[in-house]
């Protein structure tokens, strides 16, 4: 049988009557609390006994504290005379127990406990929750702006509408809480003033389980829906941030080990976290390290989906169908990304060698599902413009202008131009799908035709 054991929190910080039952509930069973962590509280065990808890507040405290401050330790050795020994600390919470059948209480006035709870959550809970709503509305209106400049491919990408499902329900999350605790505060500040009793908040955390399950199951959703390729570079990527995350709790309490002050430890920990997570984003964005060895990369699949029938992972149109030559030399990159509103084939095939002389070509096949989204998708590829900042801030116009369709043997097909000028970039638009290619030469009439042909039917 073990002797430590570990349990998820599921109370609130300001819950001081439901903390405490379930500490006495547990020394029964023989399990005493030995340190309170991020969201998990490690028990050890001990003879089942019959104790009293009691929860404290000191605003003053922060978790980064090297040690007890001379008003908490003087506060503690008060407590001692009385009976009550400290159990262990969580910030501005300080958990005691205590063996008399009937304890002299810790605090007895409930508005001072009211209002010390009032400046605890003020320091750290209440101001986290507000700032991380904040950049979450941030993120997520970066997410909606991606959406609406360009809805076939973010759309069609499932990983786009996981962030944007995340997002809403951490702002979800976010502003109940704090809608929460300042309810209960309105209510616990009357009582304790006109009853001269402590209003305990409970312990239902039922919109939190709920908003758990959500995106628990949003996350098993994005990963069987992703290539196995995508999902191995999205769970690495995971564990990379997380042990980022481990490293900075790490250096945080070697820190508080060395007695650091605490704002030395504070700005320390937050620098270096954010630096770490910052270098490996861009390592990550850039792609200059390898998430996985080549031989696993060369077994894994580019392609996901089944919508589009393609043989064995190959590209369905390359450089051998319109040019006679060696393309010994060339490599291809195919990906489908897929959702409940599309789906979208995206396909390169070019030479490894960097000449712009050399013919490549790229193309995307957008399949629509929701034929409502036909003509959105079709507006907002059709007229998109551009903002580049070197210098000075500049916008370039990116059209799509319609042409004589009848070559291709296609109803719709349009060119695309940049300020007036024409480039070697189309748009078929087919009903059901929306294809755009980009050749690096002038078409034929049979080229054209090979193109309708063979992406309007996988």
């Known amino acids: 049988m073990t002797n430590t054991k570990r349990v998820r929190a599921k109370f609130s910080f300001y819950d001081r009557a439901g903390i405490a039952a379930f500490l006495e509930e547990q020394a029964k069973l023989g399990w005493m609390l030995e340190k309170i962590g991020r969201g998990i509280w490690k028990f050890k065990s001990i003879e089942p006994s019959s104790l009293h808890?009691?929860?404290?507040?000191?605003?003053?405290?922060?978790?980064?504290?090297?040690?007890?401050?001379?008003?908490?330790?003087?506060?503690?050795?008060?407590?001692?005379?009385?009976?009550?020994?400290?159990?262990?600390?969580?910030?501005?919470m300080q958990i005691f127990c205590n063996e008399d059948k009937k304890p002299v209480p810790i605090e007895t006035d409930p508005?001072?406990?009211?209002?010390?709870?009032?400046?605890?959550?003020?320091?750290?809970?209440?101001?986290?929750?507000?700032?991380?709503?904040?950049l979450c509305v941030i993120q997520l209106k970066s997410s909606i702006t991606r959406i609406v400049s360009n809805p076939m491919t973010a759309l069609s990408n499932n990983a786009e509408l996981f962030l944007v499902f995340c997002y809403v329900?951490?702002?979800?999350?976010?502003?109940?809480?704090?809608?929460?605790?300042?309810?209960?505060?309105?209510?616990a500040k009357m009582a304790a003033e006109q009853e001269g009793v402590f209003l305990n908040p409970g312990t239902k955390k039922t919109f939190e389980r709920i908003i758990f399950v959500l995106f628990i199951l949003a996350l098993l959703y994005l990963l069987i829906s992703s290539g196995r390729k995508?999902?191995?570079?999205?769970?690495?990527?995971?564990?990379?941030?997380?042990?980022?995350?481990i490293l900075g709790r790490l250096l945080?309490?070697?820190?508080?080990?060395?007695?650091?002050?605490?704002?030395?430890?504070?700005?320390?920990t937050f620098v270096i976290t954010f630096a770490l997570l910052l270098a490996f984003d861009y390592l990550l964005i850039t792609d200059r390290i390898n998430l996985l060895p080549e031989e696993v990369e060369d077994k894994l699949s580019v392609y996901s989906g089944n919508t589009f029938a393609i043989e064995n992972g190959e590209l369905p149109l390359t450089m051998e169908d319109f040019i006679e030559g060696d393309f010994s030399n060339y490599t291809t990159t195919l990906s489908v990304n897929e959702t409940v509103f599309s789906a979208q084939l995206y396909a390169v095939h070019h030479s490894e060698e960097p000449d712009p002389d050399i013919p490549a070509i790229?193309?995307?096949?957008?399949?629509?599902?929701?034929?409502?989204?036909?003509?959105?998708?079709?507006?907002?590829?059709?007229?998109?413009?551009?903002?580049?900042?070197?210098?000075?801030?500049?916008?370039?116009?990116?059209?799509?202008?319609?042409?004589?369709s009848e070559p291709w043997g296609a109803e719709h097909v349009y060119r695309r131009y940049s300020d007036g000028h024409p480039l070697d970039t189309y748009l078929i638009d087919m009903g059901d799908r929306i294809i755009t290619i980009s050749p690096d030469w002038e078409l034929t009439t049979e080229q054209k035709q090979?193109?309708?042909?063979v992406l309007g039917s996988i």
């Open 53 to 92: 808890f009691a929860v404290t507040y000191f605003p003053k405290a922060t978790e980064y504290d090297p040690e007890p401050s001379e008003e908490q330790a003087l506060f503690y050795e008060m407590c001692e005379h009385t009976g009550w020994k400290l159990v262990t600390t969580s910030a501005q």
């Open 450 to 453: 090979t193109i309708v042909s």
């Open 169 to 187: 329900l951490l702002i979800l999350l976010s502003l109940y809480e704090v809608i929460r605790y300042g309810v209960w505060y309105k209510k």
């Open 252 to 268: 945080s309490k070697w820190m508080k080990h060395k007695k650091a002050a605490a704002a030395e430890n504070v700005i320390l």
């Open 230 to 245: 995508t999902t191995l570079i999205n769970v690495i990527s995971a564990l990379g941030f997380f042990a980022i995350r």
């Open 111 to 134: 508005c001072v406990d009211v209002e010390n709870i009032q400046k605890s959550i003020n320091k750290v809970y209440k101001p986290l929750n507000i700032l991380l709503a904040i």
């Open 362 to 404: 790229s193309y995307t096949v957008t399949k629509i599902k929701m034929p409502q989204l036909h003509d959105w998708y079709l507006e907002k590829t059709l007229d998109q413009t551009f903002k580049v900042r070197h210098r000075i801030t500049f916008t370039f116009h990116l059209e799509y202008i319609p042409i004589y």
